[in-house]
T-cell receptor, first 115, second 110 residues
Framework: EPEVTQTPSHQVTQMGQEVILRCVPI?????FYWYRQILGQKVEFLVS????????KSEIFDDQFSVERPDGSNFTLKIRSTKLEDSAMYFC?????????????FGPGTRLTVT | GQQLNQSPQSMFIQEGEDVSMNCTSS?????WLWYKQDPGEGPVLLIA?????ELTSNGRLTAQFGITRKDSFLNISASIPSDVGIYFC??????????FGTGTRLKVLA
């Protein structure tokens, strides 16, 4: 069964450093998303991406964050200058269809620890 | 902002018992999804609901889209130990994002 994959599974970085989290969405999906989950809390939407541009973003997704689809399979989330409060699980998700409601399938996540 | 409240927050049940949990909001949603999350893993999609009043089953799981469109319910019948985890509802209002609920932590006693 097709699934979303993410690398690395765990990333430790120092405050102020740049990190890139990588995702390979399900191959026939066209819409891609990043969510984050601070330990013990609920899952929060960050950004959605379609046709090589951001379609929606939350207030969490500030200028420190960017997303990119550098090739036909990968989808990345970059945090330019990490802060302690960026420590969280970051989940990539994808769906066949976007606006109007459709199933979003999640990857296993990348645990980001900022020290 | 939009908030989805889930209840109960956590529950202990005996293996074989049926489980009910719900998700409520003050806002109307167009789509509801139910996910299960195991520790350290990503949410796994269980059921999707698209119409008010819709009742959908997936094995031992049954979910309903509330008539008011402000709530949704998930039932698990004859629980087994592997049902342990956190169950999240997620609602969408016609944009791209899903808003996740606060979660219900389920623990099953063998």
């Amino acid at each position: 069964e097709p699934e979303v994959t993410q690398t690395p599974s765990h990333q430790v970085t120092q405050m102020g450093q740049e990190v890139i989290l990588r995702c390979v969405p399900i191959s026939n999906h066209l819409y891609f998303y990043w969510y984050r989950q601070i330990l013990g809390q609920k899952v929060e939407f960050l950004v959605s991406f379609y046709n090589n541009e951001i379609s929606e973003k939350s207030e969490i997704f500030d200028d420190q964050f960017s997303v990119e689809r550098p090739d036909g399979s990968n989808f990345t989330l970059k945090i330019r200058s990490t802060k302690l409060e960026d420590s969280a699980m970051y989940f990539c998700a994808s769906s066949e269809i976007g606006q109007g409601g459709y199933e979003q399938y999640f990857g296993p996540g990348t645990r980001l620890t900022v020290t | 902002g939009q908030q989805l409240n889930q209840s109960p927050q956590s529950m202990f049940i005996q293996e074989g018992e049926d489980v009910s949990m719900n998700c409520t909001s003050s806002s109307i949603f167009n789509t509801w999804l139910w996910y299960k999350q195991d520790p350290g893993e990503g949410p796994v999609l269980l059921i999707a609901l698209y119409k008010a009043g819709e009742l959908t089953s997936n094995g031992r799981l049954t979910a309903q889209f509330g008539i008011t469109r402000k709530d949704s319910f998930l039932n698990i019948s004859a629980s087994i130990p592997s049902d342990v985890g956190i169950y999240f509802c997620a609602g969408q209002r016609g944009t791209y994002k899903y808003i996740f609920g606060t979660g219900t932590r389920l623990k099953v006693l063998a």
